[in-house]
């Protein structure tokens, strides 16, 4: 059985950080994803769904994530009910992240930098690019975002 989600989308409101009373960090926000086609008006969609992480993640991510920052997240999809206050049983359906990946820097809508974390059982670390430095002894094969100029004669086939 195989039970995997990957979704990239922007955060629809800062993340809201919990402890649960034995001290373990959970950490929800929402994911606006949007969906591949245009309704009848010829409008974009979008799905909101709900994200939960936990542990050192759930804090790199109350941390670093904001309103409106575009995130991809990988994860399960679970889904857990209860009886509320009414007495009718209700579903709710998220996703347990276990890997979060940043994919604009938090001053702007892109940059070179790239922060990410990702944790097994919720272990977090963060990490960024390295800056893109020209010398001559560079690998020329490293991408620093430019497109490779080859000509014809220099292919093979």
Known sequence: MLNRVILIGRLTKDPELRYTPAGVAVTTFTLAVDRPFANQQKEREADFIP???WRQLAETCANYLRKGRLAAVEGRMQVRNYDNNEGRRVYVTEVIADNVR????PNSGGGNREEGTSGSQGQGYTQQR????????QDPFQDDGKPIDISDDDLPF
């Open 102 to 105: 940043f994919l604009e820097s």
């Open 51 to 53: 994200i939960v992480t």
């Open 130 to 137: 390295p800056a893109v430095t020209r010398d001559n002894n």
